[in-house]
Nanobody
């Protein structure tokens, strides 16, 4: 059974940092792309970043470039999202998701087939 479990969210002041984790199980980690998405109340789900595990290819939304860094630990089947210089507009529920096998990075949510339950990030001003 495919499972994606996010953790690491919380409340932080503007300018602070958080590291989100996405622990994956139930599939061969190396063959897949994992993406991070976020959804704020009243807004559509937005692609934040993605990584193709074996190839190392990454992508970022313009709104987070230079502030967020995605990485993976193959030994732990875990993808991380390091978020620095956080802004109040980064406040959202953050999800990780998996694309079907062998597909590369994309920031379009409809291209992902399995999703975690999300972790809340709140940035105070």
């Amino acid at each position: 059974e495919v499972q994606l479990v996010e953790s690491g969210g919380g409340l932080v002041q503007a300018g602070g940092s958080l590291r989100l984790s996405c622990a994956a199980s139930g599939f061969t980690f190396d063959d897949y792309t994992i993406g991070w998405f976020r959804q704020a109340p009243g807004k559509e789900r937005e692609g934040v970043s993605c990584i193709h595990i074996s190839g190392g290819t990454t992508a970022y939304a313009d709104s987070v470039k230079g502030r967020f860094t995605i990485s993976s630990d193959k030994a732990k089947n875990t993808v991380y999202l390091q978020m620095n210089s956080l802004k109040p507009e980064d406040t959202a529920l953050y999800y990780c998701a998996k694309r079907p096998k062998y597909y590369g990075c994309s920031l379009y949510a409809f291209r992902y087939d399995y999703w975690g339950q999300g972790t809340q990030v709140t940035v105070s001003s």
